[in-house]
């Protein structure tokens, strides 16, 4: 017996930590894939709230910086993120707003009306029903903010809530 838990127990520390390693190792490979992903805008696709159709990054405009903010209606960051930008949309007329969440349409809905974000040709709300935000851009929490210039590279990612300056700062790059 005594011989048998001397292979064992060695042959299992070694298979549990050549698991670990391969773990850590599959986590870098994926950021990495996913920070060279969003260096340009990435190819996606969310839902419209209104009509239920497929927005792409092919319906974003070209020549026109774009902000891409991911949110919940219910995070109070998200919340005073878009309380700050709706207080100075005019600053915000040259670029493109692309809200997207997760939630259900009419909380989306509810969020945009309450924040005074609707009804702007240059602001978007998407649901993101196949939960593929993450896939695409990458794992964080929310409010997440990326900004893309007029040629479509990535000039910078904000994790958590932004000040408008920050935001308008990286747009007029």
Do not use: W
Not at 35 to 63: C, G, W
Not at 112 to 138: P, Q, R, V, W
């Amino acid at each position: 017996m005594k011989k048998v838990l001397k292979i064992v127990i060695p042959a299992l520390i070694v298979f549990v930590l050549s698991f670990m390693a391969y773990k850590i190792y599959a986590i870098i490979e994926s950021k990495a894939k996913i920070a060279e992903q969003i260096k340009t805008i990435p190819e996606f696709y969310f839902y419209k709230l209104v009509t239920d159709s497929t927005f792409t990054h092919l319906n974003l405009k070209q020549n026109k910086s774009a902000l891409i903010i991911y949110f919940h209606p219910e995070c109070e960051h998200c919340q005073n993120e878009a309380e700050i930008i709706s207080k100075r949309i005019d600053e915000f007329k040259e670029y493109q707003l692309v809200f997207i969440s997760y939630a259900e349409t009419q909380e989306i809905k509810t969020y945009a009306s309450k924040h005074k974000l609707l009804g702007y040709e240059n602001i978007t709300f998407l649901e993101d029903k196949d939960m593929i935000f993450n896939d695409i851009f990458g794992k964080s929490g929310i409010p997440n903010s990326l900004i893309y210039s007029e040629q479509g590279k990535l000039t910078r990612q904000f994790k958590g809530e932004v000040k408008v300056d920050a935001l308008l700062k990286y747009l007029k790059l």
